[in-house]
């Protein structure tokens, strides 16, 4: 049993509806690793309640003041980085590598936000009368709700938070539940860098009712999600109909193309890299490889070479290269992929079956899998799998390539792998993503650059960098006239 789930208003507590939810290892899924006691509308008022009233002094501090909290937490998620990393590798099946890569990622994106606490909040603009001063403010919003996944149950919920707090907000905290002991963690890390009681608030639970209890919250004045579209649509009619700002960072089916005058070996590395990292559990993998005709079988060949050194198992151990998906559930929906992949005529390239030897211990795992003879219109090439998957289809040129990678719902992330610098500023502008790259990944982000997706991948608002002020701020105009 894990006792005081919850954070609320500098509190632990248990939930209190008396519902128990079980954690397995996803590696070993007889591992238990405990209970958590879900939460009531009741945790989720009272923590919307001393939000409120917990703004009241934070919006007064300075930014610098909120800062230095941000600062303090970056230390301690350092200090703590491999008892954290450890927990949610056992929680969620992450690679302990990858999972001790994503804290020290979010002690980078503290300190960023740290220092966005010593930058300007407005600008002086000119009047048209010369007594006038006039000059905006950003303004903290009030009480935000941040509903987080599970695929980066640290770096996410960290780069909501440290901007909406060095802002001046104040939040409450909804964790997916397949990561609530990752959060717990968290918020001890807050906790324990001093933030006033009521500041920051997390309450785990359904996402049916805590989730959707924050969303319809009259006190809560913007929600910021990241996860499925089908949640997304229904939050941001909600946040509509409540009068709140929305953040929604959705799905994507992110292409790669890589043309005849490209550097195969390294198209071939990030395609098979930036769809098997995290078992294709980002919402940036690589997911669609697109192939000039000409040097299709030359690249196809790197990519064998690539795929077949990857070594599947438990990733608490360093020399693992992939570990399993998540959940049953991820596991039931990625092999349900794969067999709707071969219903529908696309071959095997490599892999496709999952793991069942003893040394598995009846773990989520499933071989790296890539489809060859794929029309863009199949379901696999469609549809967001979350899983270690992709597809590669081969068209005749650029223009078929580009065309192809636009058509889809999507548009997270596209990237492009040449050495024609006409074509690389051609993608650039002409992809219908809101994160390109030019001969690199699809996946990854900085903290100090914007982040989201176009089309169905957002809500059209961005996060990290600068952009998160954005959000997490109103703009307020000041006029003084002065004789
Ligand atoms: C994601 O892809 O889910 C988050 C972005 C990243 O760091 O890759």
Not at 448 to 457: R, V, W, Y
Request: glycine share 10%; charged share 20%; net charge negative.
């Amino acid at each position: 049993m894990v006792n005081n789930l919850n954070y609320i208003g500098g509190r632990w507590s248990e939930g209190s509806t008396g519902n128990r939810y079980e954690h397995f290892n996803p590696a070993n899924p007889s591992e238990s690793l405990g209970f958590t006691e879900m939460s009531s509308l009741g945790d989720a008022e009272e923590a919307v309640k001393v939000a409120n009233t917990a703004f009241a002094d934070w919006k007064n501090r300075s930014s610098v003041e909120r800062g230095e909290y941000l600062r303090k937490a970056a230390d301690l998620l350092e200090a703590n980085v491999e008892e954290i990393a450890a927990c949610a590798t056992k929680e969620m099946g992450k690679r302990i590598v990858e999972m001790r890569g994503e804290v020290l990622r979010a002690a980078t994106i503290l300190r960023y936000y740290a220092q966005e606490g010593t930058r300007k909040i407005g600008d002086v603009i000119p009047s048209s009368n010369p007594n006038n001063t006039l000059y905006t403010v950003r303004e903290p919003l009030g009480v935000v709700a941040m509903i987080t996944p599970w695929n980066f149950p640290v770096a996410i919920p960290v780069w909501k938070i440290a901007p909406a707090l060095v802002y001046g907000n104040t939040v409450v905290w909804k964790p997916s539940q397949e990561t609530a002991i990752t959060a717990v963690k968290i918020a001890e890390i807050f906790e324990k860098a001093g933030l006033p009681k009521g500041v920051l608030n997390l309450v785990n639970g359904s996402g049916s009712l805590i989730g959707n209890a924050f969303v319809e919250h009259l006190d809560v004045k913007a929600v910021s999600f990241t996860g499925s579209n089908a949640v997304g649509k229904t939050i941001a009619s909600k946040a509509v109909e409540t009068g709140k700002k929305y953040q929604l960072e959705l799905g994507g089916k992110n292409p790669l193309v890589v043309l005849k005058d490209a550097d195969l070996d390294a198209a071939a590395k990030a395609a098979v890299e930036g769809c098997m990292k995290q078992s294709g559990q980002r919402c940036t993998a690589t997911s669609r490889v697109f192939v000039e005709e000409a040097i299709y079988d030359a690249f196809m060949d790197k990519v064998l070479g690539f795929v077949q050194d990857i070594k599947v198992g438990d990733g608490i151990q360093e020399a693992i290269t992939m570990g399993p998906v998540a959940s049953k559930n991820q596991f039931e929906t990625v092999t349900s992929y794969i067999k709707k992949g071969l219903e529908e005529g696309a071959t095997l390239f490599y892999g496709g079956k999952t793991l069942d030897a003893p040394e598995y211990n009846g773990g989520y795992f499933i071989e790296p899998t890539i489809f060859e003879n794929v029309t863009n219109d199949m379901t696999i090439a469609q549809e967001e799998i979350f899983g270690p998957v992709f597809v590669v289809i081969k068209v005749a040129n650029y223009e078929e390539g580009l065309a192809q990678a636009n058509d889809t719902i999507y548009g997270l992330s596209a990237s492009l792998f040449t050495t024609d610098l006409n074509k690389a500023f051609h993608f650039a502008k002409n992809s219908e993503v809101g994160l390109v790259q030019i001969n690199g990944e699809t996946g990854g982000a900085e903290p100090q650059a914007p982040f989201g997706g176009m089309k169905e991948s957002s809500s059209g608002t961005r996060e990290q960098g600068t952009a998160a002020m954005e959000f997490f701020t109103a703009y307020k105009t000041v006029t003084i006239t002065t004789k």
